[in-house]
């Protein structure tokens, strides 16, 4: 099964900066992590989870909410199988847990990570 681990979550001032990264791990052949869109989520407390950003590693496409355009970036590495997320200019509305997300056309299949906390004071 496919496994996601989040990680790089922490405390930051806002206006700083802060990576989280997403490795993932246990693909079967011919679905490697180019087969896959992964991207992220977050979820602050009592509120819905939304989308933040995503990217298709085969050709690079990406996406972003329009919350965090301009501020955040994210970016795979195919060698080691890892989608990063760039976070600049951080507000204290920024503050949940990212949850890394993995997506598979067909077969259809999705897979979640257990997330990273982020948290950005004022």
């Known amino acids: 099964e496919v496994q996601l681990q989040a990680s790089g979550g922490g405390l930051v001032q806002a206006g700083g900066s802060l990576r989280v990264s997403c490795a993932a791990s246990?693909?079967?052949?011919?679905?490697?992590?180019?087969?896959?869109?992964i991207g992220w989520f977050r979820q602050a407390p009592g509120k819905e989870r939304e989308g933040v950003s995503c990217i298709s590693p085969s050709d690079g496409d990406t996406w972003y909410a329009d919350s965090v355009k301009g501020r955040f970036t994210i970016s795979s590495d195919n060698a080691k199988n890892t989608v990063y997320l760039q976070m600049n200019s951080l507000k204290p509305e920024d503050t949940a847990t990212y949850y890394c997300?993995?997506?598979?056309?067909?077969?259809?299949?999705?897979?979640w990570g257990q997330g990273t906390q982020v948290t950005v004071s004022s």
């Open positions: 997300y993995a997506k598979r056309p067909f077969p259809r299949g999705q897979y």
């Open positions: 246990g693909f079967t052949s011919p679905f490697t992590f180019e087969y896959y869109s």
